[in-house]
């Protein structure tokens, strides 16, 4: 008898143990071994010419270090910082990574770059022809599919702000005067409306114009 409640301890002890790994699991955060990328790469993004009023910070590139032109799906990317003479220039976003729905031709707008404290803000955009996507509607005759993406870089992660800041009669500017520094969204078409998005503080917020 003894033994047979033996046996039943041990099976509610490793239901207990199973159930809380369960529970746990989603929880647990797998990292992604980051690529290293060599400084020479590094170097070559730095020389490629550019205006000294808005110099380029962030590079979307392969795992190889190879400028991230046109991106495909399930291909990784991360943003290469090209300022920092930290080993920690590479970041890796999930959440940009999915992003990628298809072959895509995308751009970090290094004219878009804001910073506040320890956050970067800068503009990721995106186009492809209109028939890689059976499902979009076309703004008008021979113009392709555009997407653009507020992003967020701080302590060495990124994060998606705003989806909203590009496609079909919608487009973004940087504004730095007019009472506010931040982006305009402009939306067109059968309801128009203007977004701001203003840095204040700490934080980011939005309203409309």
């Known amino acids: 008898m003894s033994r047979i409640k033996e046996i039943f301890m041990s099976i509610r002890s490793l239901k207990s143990k199973l159930f809380f790994i369960f529970i746990c699991f ?65 970041i890796y976003s999930r959440e940009i990574d999915s992003l990628f729905k298809g072959d895509f031709s995308v751009l970090v707008d290094r004219e878009t770059l804001l910073s506040n404290g320890k956050t970067d803000y800068v503009i990721l955009t995106m186009s492809r022809p209109a028939e890689n996507n059976p499902r979009y509607e076309r703004c008008a005759p021979n113009m392709g599919e555009d997407r653009a993406y507020l992003l967020a870089i701080s302590d060495g992660k990124a994060r998606v702000v705003s989806k909203k800041f590009g496609g079909c009669s919608r487009e973004y500017e940087v504004v730095r005067g007019q009472g ?13 409306e203007i977004l701001r998005y203003m840095i204040r503080g700490d934080s980011l917020v939005w309203e409309r114009e």
């Open 26 to 90: 989603p929880l647990i955060s797998f990292g992604r071994d980051l690529p290293k990328i060599s400084e020479e790469i590094v170097v070559r993004y730095r020389a490629r010419p550019q205006p000294e009023s808005q110099p380029e910070k962030y590079v979307l590139v392969h795992p190889d270090g190879s400028w991230a032109v046109n991106v495909k799906l399930n291909d990784p990317t991360y943003l290469l910082n090209i300022r920092t003479e930290s080993a920690d220039n590479l």
């Open 180 to 192: 506010f520094v931040g982006y305009r969204v402009t939306e067109r078409g059968e309801n128009p």
